[in-house]
């Protein structure tokens, strides 16, 4: 399967990541923005640059976060624009393979 | 979440899907599904017959016991250096690599098409930069140089040449050539 099933509970709903959401998912562990940034962007340059990856993270962590996926940390919420993400992910569940 | 090797197992992912998918989190909707018929999917939309007008070919052989460890990498990596050719590049094409399907010796063929003469110097901006292109791209090499038989050609559409002296008005060896088709050896 190359897709992330998430289930959560919190808001009973279940949701498909694509291959690069689910990596986006799955770095959300509590990291920095800028490991964050980085980390994405390593996964795929050159494909994007740095700017488009970055938009494209803003866009996925906005997302995830509106869905109940993932939380942002109440410290980074202070340093907008570069959110900190927490993978606590309100409890989520994930089936990914 | 995120032990490495379940990460490096995305990234895998995504590095074969080629050009990354932008990302995206739909909600499932669970259906329940009868015992249909089989689906049948239209035959893809029918292409230009011809590859390109250039054409590169690079052929070389690989020793037996890295034949599996290379049909790998090639598995692992190919519509990721397609994807960044289209992307990266105007007018370059990754047109895949082949193996021999017979029993004598194994050999590889990799094909590249480019859109015109212009489009060759298309590599120069992209080779300069270090990316993971560039470091699959010279892994792809080393196979190709690694063979001592190692050969590539390079071709061009016949149906281009239709008028060899107007093509060999500025090439004087050309020019030497048709004329040496007229005169009988000694």
């Known amino acids: 399967m190359e897709v992330c099933i998430v289930f959560t509970p919190d808001n009973p709903n279940l949701f498909t ?23 994405y962007y390593d996964a795929v340059e050159p494909l994007r640059s740095p700017e488009e ?37 309100k409890g989520a569940g994930s089936n990914g393979g | ?50 590859i390109g007008p250039i054409l590169i070919e690079w052929t070389y052989g690989v020793p037996l016991d890295q034949v599996e460890k290379f049909n790998i990498f090639l598995d692992k990596n190919e519509e990721f250096i397609a994807a960044c050719c289209e992307e990266l590049m105007e007018g370059v094409s990754y047109r895949g690599t082949f193996l021999t399907a017979g029993f004598g010796d194994v050999r ?9 003469p212009e489009a060759m110097e298309e590599w120069g901006s992209v080779l300069k930069k270090r990316s993971k292109f560039v470091t699959v ?31 060999a008005a500025e090439k004087p060896f050309l020019q030497l050539t048709l004329a ?5 050896p000694r």
């Open chain 1, 17 to 39: 990541l694509n291959s690069t959401a689910w990596l986006v998912f799955d770095l959300c562990d509590g990291r920095s923005w800028r490991r964050l940034e980085k980390a």
């Open chain 1, 53 to 89: 990856a970055r938009d494209e993270l803003i866009g996925v962590v906005s997302d995830l976060e509106r869905k109940g996926i993932i939380e942002r940390d109440r410290v980074a919420r202070m340093s907008k624009p570069r959110p900190t993400t927490r993978g606590r992910n």
């Open chain 2, 1 to 50: 979440m995120g032990d490495d090797s379940n990460r490096n197992r995305i990234k895998d992912l995504i590095h074969r899907q080629g050009m990354p998918p932008a990302p995206a989190a739909a909600p499932l909707v669970t259906e329940v599904r009868t015992d249909g018929g089989m689906i049948l999917h239209r035959p893809p939309k029918k292409r230009g017959f011809s």
């Open chain 2, 108 to 116: 590889y063929k990799t094909f590249w098409s480019y859109a015109s």
């Open chain 2, 137 to 167: 791209l010279a892994q792809l090499r080393s196979y190709w140089t690694r063979d001592p038989g190692r050969a590539e050609m390079r071709y061009q559409e016949a149906a281009q040449l239709t008028d060899l002296d107007a093509n």
């Open chain 2, 180 to 184: 040496a088709t007229k005169v009988k």
